[in-house]
């Protein structure tokens, strides 16, 4: 039966680490969601243990935790790996179930909210690309809309103890991934994408820097496209600010840092943040529309 509009919709997330738990509370935040189930590797694991100690129902046998469950969920938000996100997909696709994807699979239709974010309830398997895409994308789709552009390079620093095992098995496909997403939303096909792991005590905050090739660059437009773009994105995401924007005739420099909003990951992690409040805001679109997401078509 098509889920009940009156009712959040019955929500899990799959994967216990820095992402999953910090979804979790964002998502209990949320009233037209409602987080039944968080899935881990093994029972007994840390991650588990926050989840159930916020009150929250666990499991530690995966992707099985969920197929086996006595109702398909409405929503399973993949905080895993993009390798297993391929066999996750596989097994949840025939139940009907949406997946929000935070993984950088490739596999999903790719979504960045202020960019597109109105058609992702067409789709069944929404990819939200990378941290570093939720950042850079708005950013670049918006100057790309309004000045001829033949080179992006994105530049990422992040603290080290702010990516967690899954992340760093998956560095290739997040730089993959996160190149693709802005030659798809810009229409530029010369792109580079760089990531910096950074040790430095204390932790540097998420940083994004933005260099930008092409014509007729002037400095107050540029100015006033960024800071548009920048205030859509701070909407969901309060800790994304610009920190610097320069511009040339022929070159165009943003520096975006994300603080992650209070909850319970330190300040520094916002690339945590970012994509958790962008795959919230997603799900809850979902559950704004009429049409149930067993009705929808497959992406």
């Known amino acids: 039966m098509p889920p009940d509009r009156n009712e959040p919709l019955r929500v899990a997330i799959l994967g216990a680490g820095l992402i999953?738990?910090?979804?979790?509370?964002?998502?209990?935040?949320?009233?037209?969601?409602?987080?039944?189930?968080?899935?881990?590797?093994?029972?007994?694991?840390?991650?588990?243990?926050?989840?159930?100690?916020?009150?929250?129902?666990?499991?530690?046998?995966?992707?099985?935790?969920?197929?086996?469950?006595?109702?398909?969920?409405?929503?399973?938000?993949?905080?895993?790996?993009?390798?297993?996100?391929?066999?996750?997909?596989?097994?949840?696709?025939?139940?009907?179930?949406?997946?929000?994807?935070?993984?950088?699979?490739?596999?999903?239709?790719?979504?960045?909210?202020?960019?597109?974010?109105?058609?992702?309830?067409?789709?069944?398997?929404?990819?939200?690309?990378?941290?570093?895409?939720?950042?850079?994308?708005?950013?670049?789709?918006?100057?790309?809309?309004?000045?001829?552009?033949?080179?992006?390079?994105?530049?990422?620093?992040?603290?080290?103890?702010?990516?967690?095992?899954?992340?760093?098995?998956?560095?290739?496909?997040?730089?993959?991934?996160?190149?693709?997403?802005?030659?798809?939303?810009?229409?530029?096909?010369?792109?580079k994408v760089m990531v910096n792991l950074s040790p430095a005590s204390p932790p540097t905050t998420f940083r994004v820097a933005l260099s930008v090739l092409g014509t007729g660059f002037d400095a107050d437009a540029v100015r006033h496209v960024v800071s548009e773009a920048a205030a859509k994105v701070s909407a969901f995401a309060p800790g994304f600010a610009v920190k610097a924007c320069t511009a040339a005739d022929d070159r165009v420099f943003v520096a975006v840092e994300v603080a992650a909003a209070g909850d319970r990951i330190p300040r520094h992690v916002g690339n945590l943040d970012i994509i958790n409040s962008a795959a919230v805001l997603i799900a809850e679109r979902c559950a704004r529309d009429s049409a149930p997401a067993t009705t929808l078509g497959v992406s």
């Open 20 to 191: 999953g738990i910090d979804l979790l509370l964002k998502i209990r935040r949320s009233p037209l969601l409602d987080c039944r189930l968080v899935v881990g590797r093994q029972d007994g694991g840390l991650g588990l243990r926050r989840a159930a100690d916020l009150g929250c129902a666990t499991a530690g046998d995966g992707i099985r935790s969920l197929v086996a469950a006595d109702r398909p969920f409405d929503i399973v938000f993949d905080a895993s790996n993009a390798v297993s996100h391929v066999e996750h997909w596989k097994c949840l696709e025939p139940l009907g179930t949406r997946l929000v994807d935070l993984t950088p699979s490739m596999v999903g239709h790719m979504v960045a909210p202020t960019v597109n974010g109105a058609d992702a309830a067409a789709h069944r398997n929404i990819n939200l690309i990378s941290c570093t895409g939720q950042a850079a994308v708005p950013i670049l789709h918006a100057l790309t809309r309004h000045f001829p552009t033949s080179y992006i390079e994105v530049v990422t620093t992040a603290a080290s103890s702010s990516v967690g095992r899954a992340t760093r098995l998956n560095l290739d496909e997040y730089i993959g991934t996160t190149q693709d997403a802005v030659r798809t939303f810009t229409g530029v096909p010369d792109v």
